[in-house]
């Protein structure tokens, strides 16, 4: 099955029900599946083959059109971040080699040859908003036995020094969805406020979720951020999923504003990083009734554990424990199993776990290992579990950090600093409690001018706050950076000054 099996039973069930909605659309069930099924038509229309690829970079009713257009049509889909830097974007289009781009200035960024580009696309559709007749039955694309293309290429920084992309297959993201959806309980009555884009996995699974329970998406598009608390109320938000920069965000606004809390809230959820203690307490106390869940996962896997409502009262710095049909175990160095208490390695195991990682044989082979049960995700991330099986986090063995929320890798930066004309090498370090994120470069360049180029190339949470230049890197006996200096040398640098670098 494919994941638009989940809109064609809403749409069986909750015909009229609102689906999605968005500052220019509300679509009901019947007519998101509608638009889905013709725009389905389109791609078909335009050459696409059944395997091809979407690179989107859009959000809204219009991305929600789309994600079950292409599973219709048998594409798979690849959703791109706005904020994604025309450096990482080139070699992610290059790696995806899409035959549609949608949302993406041919103007800003080359697009591949054969692609057809989001200028031509957009005519298709402003289409959408007409009204829809029957759309009957999708035509199958492939005959029995044909293998299915997967469902989306999730990309994500990882490790590695460029994005990567996550093979999502179907069967994984309904198993997910399904998964997930039985835990958390979302309800037909329910009013789902995804305040994150649809190319973090957290944002498109609401949607997801959304559509399984019958419940209505509302999506918080770019530059909404402002209005969010007012959203919440014209909206009756039932769900609010967040990111702790959002939940902190939410807190300050609701301090500042005459607006009335709003009493509609029964769950946030949240992921991406830790909630502290004090940002879950005031979640609670600004929202009377509302509950928080915290939640652990990659997009390799999508979710690993949910932790119970509240259940951090109870269980302070816990992520939950396994979500159904799954396995999360802590294990050694040579994959044994850890008792309870002991720190080592987390793995998950089950029908959560996706495919491997686009293209890359190597990587893929090092992270999903086969089990007789199905695949089995070696995360990277440290941990223990208590006796009842809660897992609580540690930190990761190797070079990616989580920082403001977002995951970043110092091999991302580095490949960064070194597309910057005259830098000759660069050696990032994570962030630590007596130093920023600080990247080293081997340059004439003042370190200003550093970070200003870093500013164009990536996110703004992943833009060092501090460079230090020098005239080499110093280097081991092997001829690889020697990290033991470099983080010397960041320690004896005097701390940086505060510049405003401008991002466009």
Not at 116 to 127: D, H, P
Not at 193 to 206: H, I, M, R
Not at 221 to 238: C, H, M, P, Q, V
Not at 458 to 472: G, I, Y
């Given at each position: 099955?494919?994941?638009?099996?989940?809109?064609?039973?809403?749409?069986?069930?909750?015909?009229?029900?609102?689906?999605?909605?968005?500052?220019?659309?509300?679509?009901?069930?019947?007519?998101?599946?509608?638009?889905?099924?013709?725009?389905?038509?389109?791609?078909?229309?335009?050459?696409?083959?059944?395997?091809?690829?979407?690179?989107?970079?859009?959000?809204?009713?219009?991305?929600?059109?789309?994600?079950?257009?292409?599973?219709?049509?048998?594409?798979?889909?690849?959703?791109?971040?706005?904020?994604?830097?025309?450096?990482?974007?080139?070699?992610?289009?290059?790696?995806?080699?899409?035959?549609?781009?949608?949302?993406?200035?041919?103007?800003?960024?080359?697009?591949?040859?054969?692609?057809?580009?989001?200028?031509?696309?957009?005519?298709?559709?402003?289409?959408?908003?007409?009204?829809?007749?029957?759309?009957?039955?999708?035509?199958?694309?492939?005959?029995?036995?044909?293998?299915?293309?997967?469902?989306?290429?999730?990309?994500?920084s990882g490790s590695s020094a460029r994005p990567k992309g996550v093979v999502c297959p179907h069967d994984s993201?309904?198993?997910?969805?399904?998964?997930?959806?039985?835990?958390?309980?979302?309800?037909?009555?329910?009013?789902?406020?995804?305040?994150?884009?649809?190319?973090?996995?957290?944002?498109?699974?609401?949607?997801?979720?959304?559509?399984?329970?019958?419940?209505?998406?509302?999506?918080?598009?770019?530059?909404?951020?402002?209005?969010?608390?007012?959203?919440?109320?014209?909206?009756?938000?039932?769900?609010?999923?967040?990111?702790?920069?959002?939940?902190?965000?939410?807190?300050?606004?609701?301090?500042?504003?005459?607006?009335?809390?709003?009493?509609?809230?029964?769950?946030?959820?949240?992921?991406?990083?830790?909630?502290?203690?004090?940002?879950?307490?005031?979640?609670?106390?600004?929202?009377?009734?509302?509950?928080?869940?915290?939640?652990?996962?990659?997009?390799?896997?999508?979710?690993?554990?949910?932790?119970?409502?509240?259940?951090?009262?109870?269980?302070?710095?816990?992520?939950?424990?396994?979500?159904?049909?799954?396995?999360?175990?802590?294990?050694?160095?040579?994959?044994?199993?850890?008792?309870?208490?002991?720190?080592?390695?987390?793995?998950?195991?089950?029908?959560?776990?996706?495919?491997?990682?686009?293209?890359?044989?190597?990587?893929?082979?090092?992270?999903?290992?086969?089990?007789?049960?199905?695949?089995?995700?070696?995360?990277?991330?440290?941990?223990?579990?208590?006796?009842?099986?809660?897992?609580?986090?540690?930190?990761?063995?190797?070079?990616?950090?989580?920082?403001?929320?977002?995951?970043?890798?110092?091999?991302?930066?580095?490949?960064?600093?070194?597309?910057?004309?005259?830098?000759?090498?660069?050696?990032?370090?994570?962030?630590?409690?007596?130093?920023?994120?600080?990247?080293?470069?081997?340059?004439?360049?003042?370190?200003?001018?550093?970070?200003?180029?870093?500013?164009?190339?990536?996110?703004?949470?992943?833009?060092?706050?501090?460079?230090?230049?020098v005239p080499a890197l110093p280097l081991t006996p092997h001829g690889k950076v020697d990290r033991r200096q470099?983080?010397?040398?960041?320690?004896?640098?005097?701390?940086p000054t505060p510049v405003q670098v401008r991002i466009p």
């Amino acid at each position: 099955m494919r994941i638009h099996t989940l809109l064609d039973t809403a749409a069986r069930r909750h015909p009229r029900r609102i689906a999605v909605v968005d500052r220019s659309h509300r679509w009901s069930y019947q007519e998101l599946r509608q638009r889905s099924v013709n725009l389905a038509g389109r791609f078909r229309a335009l050459g696409l083959l059944p395997g091809d690829r979407i690179a989107v970079r859009c959000g809204g009713a219009g991305f929600a059109a789309i994600l079950f257009a292409a599973s219709y049509a048998d594409l798979t889909l690849a959703p791109l971040s706005a904020t994604m830097r025309p450096f990482q974007l080139r070699a992610v289009l290059a790696d995806i080699e899409p035959a549609l781009v949608v949302g993406i200035d041919p103007a800003a960024v080359e697009v591949p040859a054969r692609a057809w580009s989001s200028a031509r696309f957009g005519e298709i559709l402003e289409t959408l908003d007409a009204p829809a007749g029957d759309a009957g039955q999708p035509d199958a694309s492939r005959a029995d036995g044909d293998l299915e293309a997967p469902a989306l290429l999730m990309y994500t920084s990882g490790s590695s020094a460029r994005p990567k992309g996550v093979v999502c297959p179907h069967d994984s993201v309904l198993f997910a969805t399904r998964a997930i959806g039985q835990v958390l309980g979302y309800r037909p009555d329910d009013v789902v406020l995804s305040c994150v884009p649809p190319s973090f996995d957290y944002g498109l699974y609401q949607l997801l979720l959304a559509t399984a329970a019958g419940s209505r998406w509302e999506a918080l598009e770019a530059g909404e951020g402002i209005a969010l608390l007012e959203r919440i109320n014209s909206a009756g938000a039932t769900v609010v999923p967040v990111v702790p920069e959002i939940a902190t965000a939410l807190l300050r606004l609701a301090a500042r504003t005459a607006l009335p809390v709003p009493q509609s809230v029964r769950m946030f959820t949240n992921t991406g990083a830790r909630m502290s203690p004090r940002l879950a307490d005031g979640l609670r106390d600004a929202f009377p009734g509302a509950a928080v869940v915290q939640m652990y996962g990659l997009t390799e896997c999508k979710r690993a554990t949910i932790l119970e409502p509240d259940g951090d009262l109870e269980r302070p710095g816990s992520v939950g424990r396994a979500i159904p049909g799954t396995v999360v175990r802590v294990v050694d160095r040579q994959g044994r199993p850890l008792p309870a208490g002991e720190v080592g390695e987390v793995v998950v195991e089950g029908a959560n776990v996706m495919a491997g990682y686009w293209r890359d044989r190597q990587l893929s082979a090092a992270t999903f290992r086969a089990t007789a049960a199905g695949r089995r995700l070696h995360t990277g991330d440290r941990g223990h579990l208590d006796v009842d099986g809660h897992l609580y986090l540690h930190g990761r063995g190797d070079d990616v950090f989580k920082h403001r929320g977002v995951r970043s890798s110092t091999a991302e930066i580095e490949a960064a600093a070194m597309d910057i004309d005259g830098v000759d090498g660069a050696a990032a370090l994570a962030p630590d409690g007596a130093n920023p994120l600080t990247v080293v470069v081997a340059t004439v360049l003042p370190e200003n001018d550093v970070l200003a180029e870093l500013a164009h190339r990536l996110e703004p949470a992943k833009t060092p706050e501090r460079c230090v230049a020098v005239p080499a890197l110093p280097l081991t006996p092997h001829g690889k950076v020697d990290r033991r200096q470099i983080r010397a040398i960041a320690r004896a640098h005097p701390p940086p000054t505060p510049v405003q670098v401008r991002i466009p």
